[in-house]
T-cell receptor
Framework: LAKTTQPISMDSYEGQEVNITCSHN???????ITWYQQFPSQGPRFIIQ???TKVTNEVASLFIPADRKSSTLSLPRVSLSDTAVYYC?????????????FGGGTRVLVKP | EAQVTQNPRYLITVTGKKLTVTCSQN?????MSWYRQDPGLGLRQIYY???????DKGDVPEGYKVSRKEKRNFPLILESPSPNQTSLYFC??????????????FGPGTRLTVL
């Protein structure tokens, strides 16, 4: 079971790029890395997922080094509405008996 | 509209009084799961289901039961609730575990208080 470690919190300013790194040293071969965003009192929302190298969508980029023991979520030019908790999740839903474990989350505060 | 619904959204109950939190999804998803969220502890998986009649324990299953008789529904049952089950509960579903794709769709949450 891949355990994840993230920074507890990060502050940023509007227009800046925010990079959040997640450590997952014992990631398994079939595990994917997924990031979610959560606003207070709402369910988490999917942001991006990757297996290796770099993945980019309209919201974020995900960088995964060759050893896959960590990953970095990059949020370009953040706005106040990006203030939220960001979770890193590592797992493989295909495997019966697989428990999906969220990291502790990183609280990102975007200041004006 | 594709969604995951949970009911009730808020519930205050007393110790030992059995309760059920319902979860339903209209996306024909195979995989469904329940999480609880507590301050400082993040999201922890309680139970999950790979498909109808296939369920398994997550990280914190003690004190909970689930069933998956139909693909769309995945109720969470607390046979004898205790105050330490006071929490915010989320149900989630995902299309198919076959590809390893992990996009889960979360419900709006159920805030449970056990007195």
């Amino acid at each position: 079971l891949a355990k994840t470690t993230q920074p507890i919190s990060m502050d940023s300013y509007e227009g800046q790029e925010v990079n959040i790194t997640c450590s997952h040293n014992n990631i398994a071969t079939n595990d994917y890395i997924t990031w979610y965003q959560q606003f207070p009192s709402q369910g988490p929302r999917f942001i991006i997922q990757g297996y290796k190298t770099k993945v980019t969508n309209e919201v974020a980029s995900l960088f995964i080094p060759a050893d896959r023991k960590s990953s970095t979520l990059s949020l370009p030019r953040v706005s106040l509405s990006d203030t939220a908790v960001y979770y890193c999740l590592v797992g493989d839903m295909r495997a019966a008996g697989n428990k999906l474990t969220f990291g502790g989350g990183t609280r990102v505060l975007v200041k004006p | 509209e594709a969604q995951v619904t949970q009911n009730p959204r808020y519930l205050i109950t007393v110790t030992g009084k059995k309760l059920t939190v319902t979860c339903s999804q209209n996306m024909n998803h195979e995989y469904m799961s329940w999480y609880r969220q507590d301050p400082g502890l993040g999201l922890r998986q309680i139970y999950y289901s790979m498909n109808v009649e296939v369920t398994d324990k997550g990280d914190v299953p003690e004190g909970y039961k689930v069933s998956r008789k139909e693909k769309r529904n995945f109720p969470l049952i607390l046979e004898s609730p205790s105050p330490n089950q006071t929490s915010l509960y989320f149900c989630a579903s995902t299309l198919s575990p076959g590809t390893g794709y992990n996009e889960q769709f979360f419900g709006p949450g159920t805030r449970l208080t056990v007195l």
